[in-house]
């Protein structure tokens, strides 16, 4: 029998925080009923992170990739969101082979802090100014989500949009508690940048998780 770190560093048990049924409230995908499989383990530290319990991976028990699938396809959805926490510290292997065997439609929401692994159908990279991403991620982006704290936040999605493929999705979010003061300057870019769109936290609207 091999030992948890072991099990871990093959990506087959990894710490779950949370899986939960609900909507995809961000994005491409928005409005999606989609299975939200939430890792635990952080080292990006955003100061503006909406999860930052799920920074400690110990904190979180481990479950195996089959538990985590098992419970997944309780559920009507085929569409499963791997988030956390930050995801790509995990070897996404495992899990994602065994979703897509089960039918689902595998997306991912990573800041691409650590180098990519996992079948993954979709890709949402959202990078920090708080850790460089790995130059990997910038091919395997499907969309770029920027989110918008302060006016400098403009010039760092252009600097991320100039990286990304031809076909990726530009996307600028507001950052919840700042959404107020945001949003303007988000509705005013947008006009004069149309290939980018805006992205809302549609759940938090809604208030469900
Ligand atoms: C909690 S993160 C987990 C996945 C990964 N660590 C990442 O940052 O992409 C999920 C998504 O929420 C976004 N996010 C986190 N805190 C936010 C906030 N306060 N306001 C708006 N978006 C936020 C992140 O940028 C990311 O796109
Ligand atoms: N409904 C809902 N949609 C989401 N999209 C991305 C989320 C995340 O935290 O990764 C998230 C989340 O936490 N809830
Ligand atoms: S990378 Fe994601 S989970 Fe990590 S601190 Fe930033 S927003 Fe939170
Ligand atoms: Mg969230």
Aim: charged share 25%.
């Amino acid at each position: 029998m091999e030992d948890n770190k072991t099990l871990v560093r093959k990506g087959l048990s990894l710490p779950l925080m949370e899986a939960f049924y609900t909507i995809q409230g961000e994005g491409v995908f928005s409005g999606r009923p989609a299975y939200f499989i939430r890792l635990g383990g952080c080292d990006v530290g955003c100061v503006w992170c909406d999860v930052k319990a799920s920074w400690e991976a110990e904190k979180w028990p481990l479950k195996t990739v089959e538990e985590i699938v098992e419970e997944a396809a309780g559920f009507p959805a085929r569409l499963a969101v791997i988030t956390g926490g930050e995801p790509l510290m995990y070897d996404l292997g495992p899990l994602t082979s065994l979703l897509k065997e089960k039918g689902f439609t595998v997306n991912l929401e990573t800041s691409g802090t650590h180098p990519f692994s996992g079948a993954l159908d979709w890709v949402c990279f959202s990078p920090k100014k708080f850790k460089q991403p790995d130059p990997g991620i910038y091919a395997r982006a499907d969309e770029l989500k920027v989110i918008v704290y302060h006016r400098s936040d403009f010039d760092f999605a252009l600097k991320h949009a100039a990286l990304v493929g031809r076909g990726c999705h530009k996307l600028l979010q507001p950052e919840w508690s700042k959404a107020a003061e945001v949003t303007d300057m988000i509705i005013k870019f947008v006009k004069k940048h149309p290939e980018w769109r805006i992205s809302l936290q549609t759940h938090k609207y809604m208030e469900i998780p």
